[in-house]
């Protein structure tokens, strides 16, 4: 881990900004728009602005990162229900990236609420108000979420946000992903950005089923998951109802075959 690393603003096509990882080889958004991302590939898909009718949620922001995914969460929540109370954990390995998005001024386009509480979560990394409770763990997520685990922490919204397969598969395994899937509300949904055969396989063997949301910046889409339907009253999360989250024949022939 690069404490040291000097991150620089890059700029993204919708106007925000991101930072290249020397240490992982990629940059920590892509060039489509960082702000926009976070709110497609993650906060749409994990559907905040219906969960956000409860009077209380729970959100697990794996590799938080800058900290877009967070904000664009709370927004979400916020703009349809100021009364939901809201409870963070962010897992993230090097606390200097959350500190140099403050530094740099990422964030000035956002409410003032939101500055502050990314301020205070990337310093003192944890923020209490009278509707908001966030944590954030520094060091390595696989030893964190066994930490949730112990807690019995369910999200109703978890993002998976590590860099790519590629670039830092231990975040992308079977037992990985498997923890996740423990730490995930009945009625919650898990987003990701990859679509690759080996972790929506991760996904499947975690009992979770799995479907496709729209490509954002690149041709393939990002994958979303839950819990098996149980079919109980309204709170019912089966992807059937939700017809742009099913997943295409090939998809679904692709899936049927790696998990064999």
């Given amino acids: 881990m690069l404490d040291s690393e000097t991150f620089v603003p ?8 991101t930072f ?27 559907q905040l602005a219906r969960q956000a009718n409860r009077p209380s949620l729970r959100l697990l922001d794996v590799c938080y990162g800058l900290g877009y995914n967070t904000a664009a969460a709370l927004q979400t929540i916020w703009t349809v229900n100021p009364n939901c109370y809201v409870e963070v954990i962010g897992l993230e390995l090097n606390a200097a990236v959350p500190q140099a998005a403050i530094a740099h001024n990422l ?28 944590k954030l763990f520094i060091g390595d997520a696989r030893n964190s979420i066994q930490l949730l685990r112990h807690s019995r922490f369910q999200a109703h919204g978890i993002f998976l946000d ?23 509300h009945e009625y919650g949904f898990l987003a990701t950005y990859s679509c690759a055969a080996a972790v929506r396989t991760a996904l499947l063997a975690a009992g979770l089923q799995i479907g496709s ?7 393939t889409p990002s994958t979303v998951a839950a819990h098996i339907t149980r079919g109980v009253g309204n709170e ?25």
């Fill in 107 to 134: 964030f000035d386009e956002w409410s003032c609420e939101s500055i502050q509480i990314l301020t205070q979560l990337a310093f003192d990394r944890e923020v209490q108000t009278d509707r908001l409770t966030a």
């Fill in 213 to 219: 949301t729209p490509p954002v910046g690149r041709r």
């Fill in 162 to 184: 590590p860099f790519s397969p590629p670039q830092c598969p231990p975040l992308w395994t079977v037992e990985f992903i498997q923890q996740l899937s423990l730490c995930l």
């Fill in 10 to 17: 890059q700029a993204t096509a919708d106007g925000s900004f």
């Fill in 236 to 260: 019912c999360t089966t992807f059937s109802l939700h017809n742009s989250f099913t997943l295409s024949e090939t998809e679904k022939q692709h899936s049927v075959s790696i998990f064999r």
């Fill in 20 to 46: 290249f990882s020397k240490e992982f080889g990629e940059s920590f958004h892509s060039h489509y728009g960082a702000r926009q991302e976070s709110f497609l590939k993650f906060v749409v898909p994990t």
